[in-house]
C-alpha cells in the first residue's frame, strides 16, 4: 500500500471525526448560523494568507519539478483570498475584525516551524494532508448543500474538479518522496499526517465554539459583523 493509502487507513477514525463534524454538517444542512460561518471565515482567511509565506519556505527545499506547480498553488491562494473578500463584502463581514484565534494561531505556527525546520517530505506531508482534509471536508458539505447558498463558492473552490486535480497531484508527489525516504523519516511524516489531520478538527471545533482564547473575555469587535457592543 502506498503511503497516503496507508496514512488515511490508519488513522480513519480520526478522518471520520473530522468529517463528521458538527460544523461541517450543519452547514451541509443549512442549519449554521450566520455568526458561526461568520467566525470561520475570519478565521480561515488569516489561515490561507499564512498559507502562503508556508508553500513559499517550501519552494528552496523542493526538487525543481515541484517549483512550478508550487507557484502555481501560491498563485491560487491569492485568489482564493478575494475569493473570501468578495463573500465577506456579500455578507457584510469584515474579515479583520478578529484576531487570530488559539487554534488558528497554533495551526500556523506548526506549518511555519514544519516548513523550516523539517524536511521537505515531511513539510510536503503537512500541505497534502491539510489539502486532502479541506477537499473532503467540503465534500461532505456539497452533499447537502443548496447552490444559491452564499457559502456554495467555498464548495466550488475545495470540492470542485481543480482542487480534486491539485490534490490528486499532490497524493502522487507524496507518495514518490515518502518511497524515497528512510524508515525514520516515514515515521515523521506519519506523525506529522496525524497531528495535521487533528489541527483540521480543532479548527473546525474553532469555527464552532468561537475564536476566544481561553482566560480572555470575549471581545465585541471579534465578532466582526459589525454590531457595537
Ligand atoms: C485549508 C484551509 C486548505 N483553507 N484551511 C484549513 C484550516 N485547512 C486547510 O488550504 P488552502 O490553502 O486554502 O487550499
Known amino acids: 500500500m502506498r503511503f497516503t493509502a496507508e496514512q488515511l487507513d490508519r488513522i480513519r477514525p480520526l478522518w471520520h471525526a473530522m468529517l463528521s463534524h458538527p460544523f461541517l454538517q450543519r452547514t451541509r444542512d443549512g442549519e449554521i448560523p450566520d455568526e458561526t460561518f461568520a467566525n470561520w471565515m475570519q478565521q480561515d482567511y488569516l489561515f490561507v494568507e499564512a498559507a502562503i509565506p508556508f508553500m513559499a519556505a517550501l519552494l528552496p527545499k523542493g526538487p525543481e519539478r515541484h517549483r512550478e506547480p508550487l507557484i502555481a498553488a501560491i498563485g491560487a491562494l491569492q485568489k482564493e483570498l478575494g475569493l473570501f473578500e468578495e463573500r465577506a463584502a456579500d455578507v457584510g463581514v469584515d474579515l479583520r475584525a478578529a484576531?487570530?484565534?488559539?487554534?488558528?494561531?497554533?495551526?500556523?505556527?506548526?506549518?511555519?516551524?514544519?516548513?523550516?525546520?523539517?524536511?521537505?517530505?515531511?513539510?510536503?506531508?503537512?500541505?497534502?494532508?491539510?489539502?486532502?482534509a479541506y477537499h473532503d471536508s467540503w465534500k461532505v458539505v456539497k452533499e447537502g448543500l443548496d447552490e444559491r447558498s452564499p457559502w456554495y463558492p467555498f464548495v466550488e473552490n475545495w470540492a470542485g474538479e481543480d482542487f480534486a486535480a491539485y490534490?490528486?497531484?499532490?497524493?502522487?508527489?507524496?507518495?514518490?518522496?515518502?518511497?524515497?525516504?528512510?524508515?525514520?523519516?516515514?515515521?515523521?511524516?506519519?506523525?506529522?499526517?496525524?497531528?495535521?489531520?487533528?489541527?483540521?478538527?480543532?479548527?473546525?471545533?474553532?469555527?464552532?465554539?468561537?475564536?476566544?482564547?481561553?482566560g480572555v473575555p470575549a471581545s465585541p469587535r471579534a465578532r466582526g459583523r459589525g454590531e457595537e457592543g
Not at 487570530?100 to 497534502?128: G, N
Not at 511524516?189 to 465554539?209: H, Q, R, S
Open 167 to 214: 490534490v490528486a497531484y499532490l497524493e502522487g508527489e507524496l507518495n514518490e518522496l515518502a518511497a524515497a525516504a528512510g524508515a525514520e523519516e516515514q515515521g515523521r511524516m506519519a506523525e506529522l499526517f496525524e497531528l495535521t489531520t487533528k489541527y483540521e478538527i480543532a479548527f473546525w471545533e474553532m469555527a464552532l465554539g468561537g475564536a476566544d482564547w481561553p
Open 99 to 132: 484576531p487570530p484565534a488559539f487554534t488558528c494561531h497554533a495551526y500556523i505556527q506548526f506549518l511555519m516551524a514544519t516548513a523550516y525546520q523539517r524536511s521537505y517530505a515531511e513539510a510536503y506531508t503537512v500541505l497534502y494532508a491539510a489539502e486532502k
